[in-house]
């Protein structure tokens, strides 16, 4: 007697409440940091030596911006003066800046602490501090993908806000002027007690440079 | 030294934008030559054509799809034209999957052709020219990223009638057109899972899952799923399913779920990388059979064994099933006088019945797989004779509860000949009945194991199944074996007879169910020889019960309920025959293979047409083969192809090898293959085949036909 093996949704249905099977979830932890939930901690030390903690700065609000500062898209808002003005922005209203320079060594953008307080200075930059990174911890628990991939972190600690910059993907710098700035207008909705409106944007830019050896 | 480099790579693209000030067609920067190309060398207003941005891109370097997937930016084109022109949105190639230290990118490497379409005002003067203008803007990406942009200018003369471009360009587009997707023949459908992750199931009923690898789904957009999980695609005979990961857009799932499949396939002669567009609508029920496939993830054998014995338990719930746990309850509650001895005896005869069925089921598998080399459930067992044979007898059963008749007389159980007989003969066969009835039904967890066992060597494959019998076995088992459970039966009475009268229909839908099975098997006609076929067995019914015991015709209505049943079963023959089932299976190609503007393949035909010295075109294909089904759909069946195929006076013949036929199999082995696609090619007059490539074009078939000999 052959068997015959026919799946028909209608019968299964009925049963599939029965159904307790182990689901194997395939492939890479992905995706860590989810709007709405607690945002992913870490502990990093900054250019100038010190620890830097997501807790420590439980009680206010902090922004996270993936850099790699030879990259086209980095280079386009610094170029501009888009990114140091959010920061000086930022700083004057008590939220906490931290810039994160995540590239692994002998990849694009990997920084000394040296060179990358050089490159404050140099850029202008207002940054509360600038993690170092060269393990891409801190990029890897948010699972960001380009430079600059930015992050917001309520004063409660849940992330509230992760994608990009602005809405115009290009390197042109005159789109600036016509992007809209996720950032900027997710802290000014935060500051007026609004829900953010657009919490999740496609983040734009160059790839993160991970280590050649991280998958 | 890599900053240096970096540093170089920026300047000298910095030299190559600078280079593009002045009108040309080529922009050659540090990592990508771009070059604007057009399939025609005069234009004729009016009349579109198609032009591409051909990227040659430095090794290792990549440049992006429509979806750049986690980072990266697709190829811009601004176009600027004449009034009354307009230039169509880029056609993307099918693209591949870019893993950079584990972000992932969907581009292209090394060369590429961004196909667009320019259609053309009718009143362009005729002698003047036509100017093309193109502002485009790249992302080229090694492990560094760098914009890069060009203007292209192509000047093409307006002319009465459009001069195709040389052979070397046609050829690039050619294979260009090649690498754009396909609408996909099969319907897609998506869910999105409890915990926010979609599931994509493509309806491809038939494929061969050992002859297909490397399934991706690339999403048309960023954030309906997420492109950093891997994908692990799973192919059966009903199709493909692809579990995804959710992306990062909020909010309600969309009606549908746009993107682009991409499958290689290993056909007789190598490796056919394919691709499809699909929209996949939403349909919630999938979400919930989703559980019983992913379970199908490799197993223990000591899982499979609990999941077989558990598939076995649930089973006894299944509609197929219910019917005989009933009738053996009923048996049972006649047994309730008995001594103990006796109903064990009837349990324990039960379970050997269940067990023996089972343990053939599996020498029967083993036998396939010895003989094979491998077992395919979706095609070994969806039988459509099997499943009308089934339908048959759930009907038999069917009336047989009704009272329409009574085998012999003297059975007043609910069982079926042997299986009534009471004693431990009868228990047995109730068992092997259970296990027959139970084969359509699949219950959750079986389906896991069932694909355990197969891969199994032979010792695993018999516990497995020997263990899924147990299960069916067990309640009534432990029944016979426990006699506290054996006093909360309710006393023998007229309930009994109620009770048969009633399960009758469960078996009636159990029937209508098989024959919608069948449908699907072989279209509309099956349906006529099915009904018909019971018609036939109900006549049979009515004839062995008229006149009851009397003698008088006894031998002529026995004679004559033989011969509707033979009958009836003869119809079941009729389903085998490949040009009764797949010409008329429902759906069109989607299903079968279409022979819409074909004549069937016959070496008869064959030889006679080739005497005839007519031109011959034969394809042979399979439902199963995807490469076939491409070819058809981007080369053998345009509006071009036919018209070529019409004008040459082509007799067209198509092989469908879908079910092994012997005779394509001997043609297929003459022109040294062992599988389709196969297409032979006689130009008028010729005495031998021209045997033509796996991967058919337009523009290959076309010349074939027109060439002079």
């Known amino acids: ?215 | 030294m890599r900053r240096f480099l970096t540093l170089l790579a920026v300047l000298l693209a910095g030299f190559g934008l600078a280079s593009t000030a002045h009108a040309q067609s080529v922009v050659k920067t540090d990592n990508v030559r771009a070059e604007l190309v057009s399939e025609v060398s005069t234009v004729k207003p009016g009349e579109p054509f198609w032009v591409a941005l051909r990227q040659t891109i430095r090794p290792k370097w990549h440049t992006y799809w429509k979806n750049p997937g986690d980072s990266g930016l697709p190829t811009e084109i601004k176009w600027t034209l004449p009034a009354g022109a307009k230039a169509d949105a880029i056609v993307w190639p099918a693209p591949h999957v870019i893993d950079v230290g584990g972000v992932i990118n969907y581009g292209f490497s090394d060369d590429v052709m961004l196909l667009v379409r320019i259609t053309l005002p009718a009143d362009l003067p005729i002698g003047g020219t036509l100017p093309l203008t193109a502002q485009a803007e790249w992302l080229v990406c090694d492990d560094v990223c760098i914009p890069e942009e060009g203007k292209f200018t192509l000047d093409l003369p307006v002319a009465a009638t459009a001069q195709p471009a040389n052979a070397e360009t046609r050829a690039m587009f050619d294979k260009a057109r090649r690498a754009v997707p396909v609408p996909s023949p099969w319907p897609a459908r998506f869910a999105v899972a409890a915990n926010g992750d979609p599931v994509l199931a493509i309806d491809a009923k038939g494929l061969k899952p050992d002859t297909i690898r490397d399934v991706y789904f690339f999403p048309a957009e960023w954030g309906t799923a997420a492109h950093m999980a891997k994908q692990s695609a799973k192919v059966s005979a009903d199709g493909i399913r692809i579990p995804l990961k959710k992306g990062e857009t909020k909010g309600a799932p969309p009606p549908q779920l746009l993107g682009t499949l991409v499958l290689t396939e290993k056909t007789a002669d190598g490796e056919h990388r394919q691709a499809f567009d699909l929209a996949a609508k939403l349909d919630p029920a999938l979400a919930t059979s989703v559980m019983n496939n992913s379970e199908e993830s490799s197993l223990s054998l000591a899982e499979a064994l609990l999941f077989a014995l558990l598939g076995g338990l649930i089973l006894n719930l299944m509609p197929c099933v219910f019917p005989v746990l009933a009738m053996k309850a009923a048996s049972f509650a006649r047994l309730a006088g008995h001594s103990r001895g006796e109903l064990r005896r009837d349990g324990l005869a039960y379970s050997a019945g269940v067990l023996v069925s089972f343990a053939l089921m599996a020498a029967a598998l083993l036998a396939i797989r010895g003989s094979v080399g491998e077992v395919n459930w979706g095609i070994q067992f969806q039988s459509p004779i099997f499943s009308l044979l089934i339908a048959y007898l759930f009907f038999a059963v069917g009336l047989n509860l009704s009272g329409v008749f009574e085998i012999g007389g003297r059975f007043a159980g609910l069982g079926q000949g042997l299986a009534a007989r009471g004693g431990t003969a009868g228990a047995f066969f109730t068992g092997v009945l259970a296990v027959v009835v139970a084969t359509p039904c699949t219950a959750p967890f079986m389906a896991a194991a069932l694909g355990f066992a197969l891969v199994q060597p032979a010792p695993q494959t018999v516990a497995v199944l020997l263990a899924m019998g147990l299960g069916l076995a067990l309640p009534y088992l432990l029944l016979t074996l426990t006699p506290a459970l054996q006093r909360f039966l309710p006393r023998p009475g007229a309930w009994m007879d109620r009770l048969r009268q009633l399960l009758a229909f469960p078996m009636y839908a159990s029937a209508v169910w098989m024959i919608w099975v069948l449908t699907l098997q072989t279209g509309a006609d099956g349906v006529l020889y099915a009904l018909g076929g019971m018609v036939l067995i109900a006549f049979a019914a009515w004839l062995v019960r008229v006149g009851g015991a009397s003698s008088t015709g006894l031998w002529l209505r026995r004679g004559a309920a033989a011969a509707a049943v033979l009958l009836a079963i003869a119809a079941t023959l009729k389903l085998e025959n490949p040009s009764a089932t797949a010409a008329s299976a429902s759906g069109g190609p989607a299903n079968g293979v279409s022979f819409e503007g074909w004549e069937r393949f016959s070496r008869a035909r064959l030889a006679e047409a080739v005497a005839q010295g007519k031109p011959v075109f034969v394809d042979f294909t399979a439902a199963w083969c995807i490469t076939c089904l491409v070819n058809e759909r981007v080369a053998l069946e345009t509006a071009k192809t036919r018209q070529a195929f019409e004008q040459a006076g082509v007799v067209k013949l198509k092989g469908d090898w879908t079910n092994r036929d012997p005779e394509i199999t001997a043609t297929l082995k003459e022109a040294g293959r062992a599988g389709v696609p196969l297409y032979l090619w006689w130009p008028a007059g010729a005495d031998k085949p021209k045997i033509l490539p796996q991967i058919l074009t337009e523009a290959m078939i076309v010349s074939e036909i027109t060439a002079k000999r």
């Open chain 1, 1 to 215: 007697m052959a068997n015959i093996i026919v799946r028909r949704r209608s019968l299964l249905l009925g049963s599939a409440a029965l159904a307790v099977a182990p689901v194997i979830i395939p492939g890479i932890a992905h995706a860590a940091a989810e709007v709405g939930t607690p945002a992913p901690l870490f502990t990093s030390v900054d250019s100038n030596g010190k620890t830097q903690s997501l807790e420590q700065y439980r009680g206010k609000i902090v922004v996270l911006e993936t850099t790699n500062h030879d990259c086209p898209y980095v280079a386009k808002h610094y170029r501009a003066g888009n990114m140091q003005a959010q920061q000086k922005d930022a700083a004057a209203k008590g939220i906490v800046w931290l810039t994160v320079a995540s590239s692994a060594p002998g990849e694009q953008g990997n920084v000394t602490p040296q060179q990358a307080n050089e490159l404050t200075v140099k850029r202008g930059a207002a940054p509360a501090a600038v993690l170092i990174d060269p393990q891409s911890k801190v990029a890897r628990a948010y699972a960001a993908t380009v430079t600059p991939h930015m992050y917001i972190v309520d004063a409660k600690g849940i992330l509230v806000y992760k994608g990009g910059i602005d809405s115009i993907a290009t390197s042109n710098i005159d789109d600036i002027a016509k992007a809209k700035q996720y950032v900027r207008v997710a802290l000014e909705e935060m500051a007026a007690g609004k829900p953010i409106t657009e919490a999740s944007t496609r983040p734009y830019g160059c790839t993160l440079k991970y280590g050649r050896s991280s998958t």
